[in-house]
């Protein structure tokens, strides 16, 4: 079983990017998934999370508006379209898979890829 993420990018401020995560082992409509990010020297914290229906998604405050979680459980893919790019967004961004509900907790996201790099500079 395995999460692989993908998509990460040196993009300027104001710009976009879209994350991938391609699940095998971790059937999407079992379990929740959630997008997490680390920067150097910082706790990893939860970015955004939706749950094995599709019908609750979760954002921390400062990504609301400007990122949308989304999956395709019949490709076995999760996505982060980001928008709105800010210095404050660079990190290496996680896909994790678990029984979250909704929560941006990463305790509860147990299983996880190697993460993709995002660096937003100008």
């Known amino acids: 079983s395995q999460l692989v993420e993908s998509g990460g990018d040196l993009v300027q401020p104001g710009g976009s990017l879209r994350l991938s995560c391609a699940s095998s082992?971790?059937?999407?409509?079992?379990?929740?998934i959630g997008w997490f990010r680390q920067a150097p020297g910082k706790e990893r914290e939860g970015v955004a999370t939706v749950d094995s229906s599709g019908t609750m998604t979760n954002y921390t405050d400062s990504v609301k508006g400007r990122f949308t979680i989304s999956k395709d459980n019949a490709k076995s893919m999760v996505y982060l379209q980001m928008n709105f790019l800010k210095t404050e967004d660079t990190g290496e961004y996680y896909c994790?898979?678990?029984?979250?509900?909704?929560?941006?907790?990463?305790?509860?996201?147990?299983?996880w890829g190697k993460g993709t790099q995002v660096t937003v500079s100008s």
């Open positions: 082992g971790f059937p999407l409509d079992y379990y929740d």
């Open positions: 994790e898979a678990g029984y979250g509900r909704g929560s941006l907790s990463a305790k509860l996201y147990p299983y």
